[in-house]
Nanobody
Framework: HVQLQASGGGLVQAGGYLSLSCVAS????????IGWYRQDPGKERDMVAA???????TYADSVKGRFTISRDDVKNTVNLQMNSLKPEDTAVYYC???????????WGQGTEVTVSS
């Protein structure tokens, strides 16, 4: 199986920046997608950004131009660089690993991001 360790959340002022990291360990499949999702209490969990094994990124419309996702396969780490943060970015952020060899999903524990005005 795969374990995910998410970190980097915190409190930041609007317009500021923050970087989240997701470290994957265990049986990493050659073909996989790792993404970041966010959720506020009472709201749906939305995909923020994701990146494939070959480095192809996908972004939610709400974060395009502000967030950048990248991966380091040597360190098995995916980073989400969040710039120009807005109060509406406040949420618990979760990383998800999708194994396309076994068709299984794994979730990290979540890290809280709070953006103040």
């Amino acid at each position: 199986h795969v374990q995910l360790q998410a970190s980097g959340g915190g409190l930041v002022q609007a317009g500021g920046y923050l970087s989240l990291s997701c470290v994957a360990s265990g049986n990493i499949a050659t073909r996989n997608i790792i993404g970041w999702y966010r959720q506020d209490p009472g709201k749906e969990r939305d995909m923020v950004a994701a990146i494939t094994s070959v480095g192809s990124p996908t972004y939610a419309d709400s974060v395009k131009g502000r967030f950048t996702i990248s991966r380091d396969d040597v360190k098995n780490t995916v980073n989400l660089q969040m710039n120009s943060l807005k109060p509406e970015d406040t949420a618990v952020y979760y990383c998800k690993y999708s194994d396309f060899e076994k068709f299984l999903d794994y979730w990290g524990q979540g890290t809280e991001v709070t953006v103040s005005s």
